[in-house]
């Protein structure tokens, strides 16, 4: 238990420390004249990248730990109850919507910023 809190809380710092450098890098780049398109360093860029995947993977992982923990319970209910088919299915399929939102984030990611 206490090595997954540690994990949590290196992720989390991690995950605002590349926040903090995306928005200074962002506070720096919004200082020039606007009406030129932001030449991108290539630090910006490769927080942008970072970002992105960290978007999809992080959903990605989530999903998986849910569908895991899901699809043990729904083949068991599918032991006892076949006819319950159609609703584990149909609840193994809902954490894969956040894929999809993930996967959506870093496509907005990628191409505004």
């Known amino acids: ?4 809190t540690r994990i949590f809380a290196l992720v989390l710092v991690l995950f605002f420390l590349v926040g903090a450098f995306a928005f200074a890098a962002d506070q720096s780049s ?23 995947a ?19 319970a729904g083949a068991g209910t599918i032991a006892e109850r076949p006819e319950a088919m159609g609703t584990v299915i149909i609840l193994i399929a ?8 993930g996967f959506i984030v870093a496509v907005i990611i990628l191409f505004t910023l």
Do not use: Y
């Open 30 to 52: 919004s200082n020039q004249a606007t009406q030129q398109p932001a030449k991108r360093t290539p630090l910006e860029i490769g927080f942008i990248a970072i970002s992105a």
């Open 54 to 72: 960290l978007a999809v993977g992080l959903t990605a992982l989530g999903t998986g730990i849910a569908q895991s923990r899901i699809g043990a």
């Open 1 to 4: 238990m206490i090595r997954k």
């Open 94 to 101: 809902i954490p894969e919507t956040l894929v999809i939102l």
